[in-house]
Each structure stands twice: as C-alpha cells, then as structure tokens.
C-alpha cells in the first residue's frame, strides 16, 4: 500500500480525534457548574487531545488518493482505534483513578454504544463523566448508523448492500444528495433524543438523568447514572417508554426516514423490520407468561419488565429493571439466545441482525429444495429482492467468523480463570455488543470491574469486532491486504 494511503487514513481519524475533543467541553462545563475540581480533567485532556490532533491532520494534508476499498477498510478501523484511544482519556485521568485498560474498555464501550461499565458507585460519580460517557454513546450511535448506511454497504462486508431504499419513481436512493440524506437522519436522530428527554423528565427524573438517559436510550447503548439502572426509579411508565425508544432505534434509519421524510408507509414492510419485531414480540410475551404463572408477577408488571427486558437485549441497550438472573433458569436461557440476535441493520443496534437470519435462512431452504430436484432453479430472496451469490457468501461468512471468534474469546477468558457462564456469556455480550452479560459477575446486578486487565483488553477487541461487523476488521490482518 502506498504512503498517501495512510497519510489519507490518519488525517481523517485525526480530525475525528479533534472533534471529539472539543466534545470534551461540554462535561468539563457539566462540572464547572457543579463545582467539581474534574473539569480541569476535562479540559486539560481537551487541550491536550485536540492539539496533538491538529498536528497530526497538519502533518497529514494533501492530495488525497481515489477512495477505494482498501482506504475504506483502513480508514474505518484506524477511526475506531483512535477514537476509542482519546474517549479514554478523561477516564484515564479522572478522579477515579482507573487505570488505563479500564478506561480503554469504558471509551470502547462507550463508543460502540456496548454499554458494559467498570465503573461502580455511578449515584456518587462525577457528573462529568457520567454526561462523557452518555456523549460517548450518542456520538457512537450517530458513526454507527453512518457505517450502516453509506461506508459497509461499500465494502460488502455488512449493511443492507443488496438492498435499494426505492422511491416511488425511480430505483435510485430516495434522496439526490448524500448530504441530504445524512442531515435528515441527523434532524430525526436529535428530535428523538429531545423527545425521549422531555417524556423522562416529565415521568419524574431529574433533568440531568434524563438527558443521559435519553442518549443512552436513541443510541442503544445503556451507560445509566445509577448503579441499578433504570430500576431505580421503580417507574412502570418509564420501561415502557424505554421499550418504544429502544425498539423505534432498532428499525433502520433509512426506513424511518423515509417513512418521516416521505411519508413512505410501504417502507415498513421491509422484512426485516417484520422479522425483528415478530421475535421481540415472541420472546418478550414467553418472559411475560413466565413471569406471571411461575413467579406470580401481576399481569401488567409482568408484561412491562418482559418487554423491556427483552427490547433490551435485543436492541444491545443493555439497560436492566431488575436482576433478571433470578427469575428462573428459561429467562437466563432466553436472555442468553437473545443476546445473539441483534436489531436492524442501519440501526444502532448490534448483534447478528434481523436481516441476516432472513438470508440465513432462505439460503438453507434452497439448498434442501436443490437436494430434492437437483435440476431446478432455487433462487434466495431477501422480500422481493434477489440476493446475489456474494451476499450470501458475505453472511455465512460473517456467521462463520462470528461463532469461531466467540469460541476462540471463551477459551482465552476460560485460560485466565473464568468460570464458563462468565467466559461464554463475556464475549458473546461484547462482540453483541449488549452490556450486560450472565452470572454473578457481569450480570445486570454487576459489572465488569472486577475482570483483569487482559480480560479488560480482549472484550474491548470483541466490542469493536461486533461494532464493525468483524469481517472489516479481519480483512486487514490478511497478508494480501498490505500488498501493492
């Protein structure tokens, strides 16, 4: 690969790097105004980061080379890394005095809008980092959605690339300008936020929790002010509100735009978004059963904590309501199937994603139709769309990479000491990226502050792995990939 290529690369995650930075002025001004000596952490850590950054992005002008597959590749992991490295700084040098592998797995977390924390003692924290951490997530969700929909569909290893978003006179995509496009996805993206922030604070939380809470919620992403999460506040109204949020962040973005935008309502019809919500619903209504005939929960507490539980998940929020380890063993079971399967894509939510297990299985039903009438032809369709051979190839590939990768991670956290409940449910929640996962440990009524700091390291790996679809990741650690 040629010199400009990386010269390319590095500017564009400096001048991330700097943005990021000056978003660091917003809690050091959280803790100015609550006269908390973390500000100049803050500003320092901006001072410090964004100066580094403008020399950087000076060293590196220029012309650039062509875009191309390689620079997406490239420039998508070196973003992440980069970002994920300056987020951890305010937490590196906080008064909470975590060292650099906790604060490195906070910002990732953060970040990848995972949501996982070894951070305890939340009520009594910082106000600063909490709103950092709840900026982490929401500026995530935002590069998440960006991913989706314009830069993996591109390089065929994630997003909806076999799928045209069409308007109702032509097949192209539905706005002229990707610009246009991208401020309507924005626009909807704040007024969600704004919307969940009013609903929160009018159903009884402060104000400052309800601005965290609604950037963790629009981002799926599941950093709380409180150490017991959204049980806190003992609030049957606000699960319930959470649960719209969670599972409206899960649809895809460009779906909701152009039902918003366009008033497109055949746009709901993807199958995806059928798909999704028909499994949320099954499994949230099997918790709700369970929970009021075996545990004798009423009927309408048993439905709000069965659908919030499972939106959770499901969406990768990652919030809790209550400890759900100790509803009985088929809701750990249902917590844990639910962890693999994800949202939309184009969505802010992670997993395997609904639109897989539609290729998923299709694939598999034409092949058991080509063993009964070898002859015939057997084509995959994603609705009406006809998914071509490398799209096909492209998913199993990424199941295949997945299971392999949650195997290989479980063993290394097995060979550091873990018990299996840990090791599985650890990486599966991380490359996921869900928050919580199972066991006394790291289950929603723990954390993660407790793993070592190679445990700390691995997960975060596994994090950006899900969070950038693995397959983005994995490409460049091939040899053939730094050839010329």
Known sequence: MHAPLYQTAINIAAKAAFYLSLAMLLPAAVDLFYGHPNWRVFAGSAFATGGLSLLAIAATQGGSPLFSRKMGFLVVNLLWIVVSLVGAVPFWLSSLKLDFAKAFFESVSGITTTGSTVISGLDHAPPGILLWRSVLHWLGGIGIVALGLFVMPYLRVGGMSFFKMESSDTTEKPFARIVTFTRAFILIYVVMTVTCTIIFSYLGMSRFDAINHAMSTVATGGFSTHDASLGYFNSLPILWVATFFMTLSSLPFSVLILFIVRGRLDTLKDPQIIVFLSYLTALALAASLYQRIVNGVSAHEALAHGFFTVSSILSTTGFASDDYMLWGE????????????????????????????????????????????????????????LVDIDVQRTVFM??????????????????????????VSAVATALSNVGAGLGPIIGPAGNFSTLTDPALYLLSLMMLLGRLEILTVLVILTPLFWRD
């Open 330 to 385: 088929f809701i750990v079971a249902l917590a844990f199937a639910a962890t693999f399967m994800g949202g939309c894509s184009g969505s802010t939510a992670g997993g395997m994603k609904a639109y897989r297990f539609i290729i998923i299985f299709n694939s598999i039903r034409a092949g058991l139709f080509k063993l009964i009438y070898p002859n015939a032809v057997h084509t995959v369709r994603y609705g009406k769309t």
């Open 398 to 423: 990424f199941f295949t990479a997945y299971m392999f990768i949650w195997a290989f991670g479980s063993l290394a956290m097995g060979a550091m000491g873990y018990d299996l409940v840990t090791a």
